[in-house]
């Protein structure tokens, strides 16, 4: 069986963004694959470590962050694995190990690395090498598909990279995981989905944005979230138009309303271009994702710890086995075992 990984930080609650562009995705593609496919649902509270974050909120955080899995509509079963990262010590030591094939100059090159790096005098370590503990989290469970937001395209390029480089050396041990061209296919979107700051449309929405009003959270009631959306940066055109490069405010709207009611992007593009009055436009989406809201927060609040619990004890015991598995091969392969 094939395997399909994703995994979303614990380092603060999601946003919309997070919801719409991750949660959502990942849990049609359960759903639709959970009788062919092995679908592991991790939570990396290591890659959490790269933000500042009080350790007295970590494990609730893991907590909310399953729960809005399953609040999401995620199925449960003996195909699906939802486990902890670091309760998976080979996570840690295959990272050591690519390490050690990886080079300084594609780390470099990480997009990501150069945005949260930015006008800092310095950064800790974790944030320049994450990605390579991400390739480890992917290889270490043979994952072809790692359905992700298309700022981690490059993630997963490098992953391949590594394997590729990896293989190429000590033979044929991991599975290359499929191209992002092919995981877009695979995920059943044309691009991948980023949903935009509210602020500044130009960046992605961002849990770690200091600005309050640029990104809608899970627990944010559902009269702030419309006041945010009321109050979204767009333009001074006076025509709506769908343009993420010259109108990317008024696109980041439509976009939401797509998402948030499962409807054909182009069907809201088709009814709201040509329109002149932005606030219209704005109110439909502060009704919509205030809807969602108010859904999603009884769905989630009847969820249980001792469900989550249950679940993580089952996950995390397949997921040791098969890691430790491909993490033996791998250091008999070098040589340290």
Same mark, same amino acid.
């Given at each position: 069986m094939k395997t399909i990984l994703?995994?979303?930080?614990?380092?603060?609650?999601?946003?919309?963004?997070?919801?719409?562009?991750?949660?959502?995705?990942?849990?049609?593609?359960?759903?639709?694959?959970?009788? !062919?496919?092995?679908?592991?649902?991790?939570?990396? !509270?290591?890659?959490s470590m790269i933000s500042e974050i009080d350790g007295g909120d970590l494990q609730s955080n893991i907590l909310r962050s399953i729960k809005c899995y399953l609040a999401a509509g995620m199925p449960t079963g003996k195909n699906v694995h939802i486990?902890?990262?670091?309760?998976?010590?080979?996570?840690?030591?295959?990272?050591?190990?690519?390490?050690?094939?990886?080079?300084?100059?594609?780390?470099?090159?990480?997009?990501?690395y150069k945005e949260k790096s930015e006008g800092k005098n310095s950064v800790n370590v974790g944030i320049f090498d994450y990605p390579v503990l991400m390739a480890g989290d992917i290889l270490l469970y043979s994952a072809e598909y790692v359905p992700v937001g298309e700022d981690q395209f490059q993630h997963i390029e490098l992953t391949r990279n590594l394997a590729m480089r990896f293989n190429n050396r000590y033979g044929?041990?991991?599975?290359?995981?499929a191209s992002t061209k092919e995981q877009v296919k695979f995920m059943g979107l044309e691009e991948g989905i980023r949903i935009r700051d509210l602020l500044n449309?130009?960046?992605?929405?961002?849990?770690?944005?200091?600005?309050?009003?640029?990104?809608?959270?899970?627990?944010?009631?559902?009269?702030?979230?419309? &006041? &945010?959306?009321?109050?979204?940066?767009?333009?001074?055109?006076?025509?709506?138009?769908?343009?993420? /490069?010259?109108?990317?405010?008024?696109?980041?709207?439509?976009?939401?309303?797509?998402?948030?009611?499962?409807?054909?992007?182009?069907?809201?593009?088709?009814? /709201?271009?040509?329109? *002149?009055?932005?606030?219209?436009? &704005? &109110?439909?989406?502060?009704?919509?994702?205030?809807?969602?809201? *108010?859904?999603?927060?009884?769905r989630i609040n009847e969820i249980s710890d001792d469900q989550v619990y249950e679940l993580l004890e089952s996950g995390e015991r397949y997921a040791n086995e098969v890691a430790n598995t491909k993490l033996l091969e791998v250091q008999k392969a070098v040589g340290l075992r």
């Open positions: 994703t995994g979303l930080r614990a380092n603060s609650v999601f946003t919309i963004g997070n919801y719409l562009g991750a949660l959502l995705p990942m849990v049609r593609l359960a759903n639709k694959h959970v009788n !062919d496919c092995h679908l592991n649902l991790f939570v990396p !509270d290591l890659h486990y902890r990262q670091s309760r998976v010590p080979a996570h840690s030591e295959l990272c050591w190990i690519l390490n050690c094939i990886a080079t300084m100059g594609e780390m470099n090159r990480m997009t990501q044929d041990i991991f599975t290359i995981p449309p130009e960046k992605k929405m961002s849990k770690s944005t200091v600005a309050e009003n640029s990104k809608i959270m899970l627990d944010d009631t559902p009269e702030r979230a419309a &006041k &945010k959306i009321m109050s979204a940066t767009t333009d001074s055109l006076g025509k709506i138009k769908f343009d993420m /490069w010259g109108q990317p405010g008024i696109s980041n709207l439509m976009v939401i309303e797509s998402l948030v009611n499962d409807i054909p992007l182009q069907e809201v593009i088709g009814k /709201w271009s040509g329109e *002149t009055k932005y606030g219209e436009l &704005k &109110k439909q989406v502060a009704a919509s994702v205030s809807k969602l809201l *108010t859904d999603f927060q009884v």
